[in-house]
């Protein structure tokens, strides 16, 4: 059972370059997320997709993009990697947008680093 | 504003009970789950609570007071593998989760 995969585990990456975050679920899950994680700071949304051919905007969108093509995957997109985007990145999906018990199924997370 | 407020940290020893605190102020409400983090790993679910009072699962329960903005998960008969950190994410009125920085909980011998 592979449930929701996040490729690359780590990344360092210099400043300037593209960067594409895979994700993954084999849940046939509607809603999928992508958050940061910072130290001394709590998760935060960077975009998300209620159904697959939708998306929006969470708490700290700038400098991101994605794409929901099918109901499986749902790529995050650093057009121009900057230092401040150094994080660890966590993609997750929901069976449904969180309306109720919508729990959320985390992928293990990717370390990025850019320098 | 948003708001989730947990202490940043706990100690407690094996064996004993911990309860950690967590008060929000929210656009709206809908919900307050708890998640469960070791260090390096993915968030995984814990508990939901949508009413007042406590729900109880195992060693762990999570209470809830809607009118305080008030929240807690009590852990019980801890054990080396409860060290975590523990976050609390209420739902706002846009069905949005809103996570708290979380609370490191710290088991000793």
């Keep these: 059972i592979a449930g929701i995969t996040q490729a690359p585990t780590s990344q360092i990456l210099a400043a300037g370059r593209r960067m594409t975050l895979r994700c993954t679920q084999d849940m046939r899950h509607n809603a999928m997320y992508w958050y940061r994680q910072d130290l001394g700071l ?8 209620n159904t697959a051919g ?3 905007k969470g708490e700290v969108p700038d400098g991101y993009s994605v794409s929901r ?24 999906s929901s069976h449904r947008a969180t309306t109720d018990t919508g729990e959320l199924f985390f992928g293990e997370g990717s370390r990025l680093t850019v320098l | 504003g948003q708001n989730i407020d947990q202490p940043t940290e706990m100690t407690a020893t094996e064996g004993a ?11 709206g409400f809908n919900g307050l789950f ?11 679910f814990l508990s939901y609570n949508v009413l007042d009072g406590l729900e109880e699962k195992g060693r ?10 008030y929240s807690y998960l009590l852990l019980k008969e801890l054990q080396m593998k409860d060290s975590a950190s523990y976050l609390c994410a209420p739902l706002d009125s846009n069905y949005q989760l809103i996570w708290g920085a979380g609370t490191k ?4 011998p």
């Design chain 2, 34 to 44: 708890w998640y469960q983090q070791h260090a390096g790993e993915a968030p995984t």
């Design chain 2, 105 to 108: 909980l710290i088991i000793k």
């Design chain 1, 54 to 56: 939708t998306t929006g």
């Design chain 2, 60 to 69: 762990f329960s999570s209470f809830l007071s809607r009118s305080k903005g």
């Design chain 1, 69 to 92: 093509a099918n109901t499986d995957d749902f790529p995050l997109t650093l057009a121009s990697a900057v230092p401040s985007q150094t994080s660890v990145y966590f993609c997750a």
């Design chain 2, 17 to 27: 009970i911990v309860q950690i605190n967590c008060t929000y102020q929210t656009s």
């Design chain 1, 42 to 49: 709590g998760l935060r949304l960077i975009h998300y997709s």
